[in-house]
């Protein structure tokens, strides 16, 4: 169940501060409700990306990953565990964060575009979905899933 929302425990864009452009970015939090950031997109980049913004550090993720992740997510069909790692940690295959950097996802790799920084997909990319209708979260203290809408 999500910590945003309307009664039922949805969220939805209108939920959600900013309108996730460099300008006005979304303003959310971790799965866990314990830390906020923003994000945005940034499509003139090269190439294009998909801006975490966490306190000072900055994190890029393809730009696809928003879609890719709601597809590979509407395949599966049913909750999956986030597994959120650091890019120095081994990911279990079967979590959104192992799909993050899968050799078989259609960037053939890392969407992290960042050495060093290319973790936590799991952590940052199921409230993106979140917030545009794509996906449901939750939002327990830990072993969180999120699955396709």
Not at 90 to 105: I, Q
Not at 114 to 134: D, M, Q, W
Request: charged residues 25%; hydrophobic residues 30%; negative net charge.
């Amino acid at each position: 169940m999500s910590c945003f929302g309307d009664n039922d425990g949805t969220m939805n864009i209108d939920d959600v501060e900013g309108n996730g452009t460099p300008d006005d970015p979304w303003q959310l939090k971790t799965p866990p409700s314990k830390s906020e950031f923003e994000a945005y997109r940034d499509p003139d980049s090269d190439p294009p990306a998909l801006v975490v913004q966490v306190g000072k550090t900055q994190l890029r993720y393809h730009l696809s990953c928003i879609e890719d992740l709601h597809a590979m997510l509407t395949e599966h069909g049913d909750w999956m565990p986030l597994g959120n790692k650091d890019e120095q940690k081994e990911a279990d295959a079967d979590t959104v964060e192992g799909l993050g950097r899968s050799a078989s996802n259609p960037v053939s790799g890392w969407y992290g575009l960042k050495k060093g920084l290319r973790g936590r997909f799991g952590n940052y990319l199921p409230p993106v979905l979140e917030a545009l209708g794509l996906a449901e979260v939750e939002h327990n203290a830990r072993n969180n899933r999120m699955r396709a809408i």
